[in-house]
């Protein structure tokens, strides 16, 4: 993980903490993060799936440059600590079909009253929905296409596993 990378894994994990104490900037809504999200080992990116579906689709380097859907932005959320995440092109909010381990990631119309679509970003790039902290967005393993789709695991079995953690990538 280069240099750049983790300074703003840093920010931005600084600014998701600094809303605890900063109540009113909570309540704006304030974007911290515009760019690419990426795993942070294989640098595989977010995208929809054709490019405008309602899955997020995890896609290798190489393919992701085809698409308009591969910007995302991360706003602080109403609720302490806790961030939206949203496709910048769809104007849609990523939250799980269900929260349950297996439960595919998906883009839905942003409702900032929706705790499903309130997420937990760690200092390490772990991302957790708010309705269960024992959970973690994973990739799953990439077809033969070169791409997978996220999906909701128990933290606890990929908590330091390269597949659940994730870099954000501004300017690209």
């Known amino acids: 993980m280069n240099t750049s990378r983790i300074s703003l894994i840093a920010a931005v994990f600084a600014a998701i903490t600094s809303l605890v104490a900063a109540p009113v900037a909570a309540a704006q809504g304030k974007i911290l993060f515009r760019g690419q999200i990426s795993n942070a080992y294989d640098d595989t990116r977010w995208v929809l799936d054709g490019d405008s579906g309602t899955l997020i689709d995890n896609v290798r ?72 902290p024992d959970l973690a967005i994973t990739v799953t393993e990439l077809n033969p296409a070169g791409y997978s789709w996220l999906v909701l695991k128990d933290r606890s079995q990929v908590q330091n596993s390269p597949d659940s953690v994730f870099e954000f990538t501004s300017g690209r």
């Open 61 to 132: 380097p190489g393919t992701y440059e085809h698409y308009t859907s591969s910007r995302w932005i991360v706003a602080s959320a109403r609720d302490h600590g806790y961030v939206t995440i949203k496709n910048a092109k769809t104007d849609r909010c990523a939250k799980p079909d269900l929260v349950n381990p297996d439960a595919y990631v998906q883009v839905r119309p942003c409702d900032r009253h929706d705790d499903m679509q309130k997420w937990n970003i760690s200092e390490a790039g772990v991302i957790s929905p708010k309705n269960d």
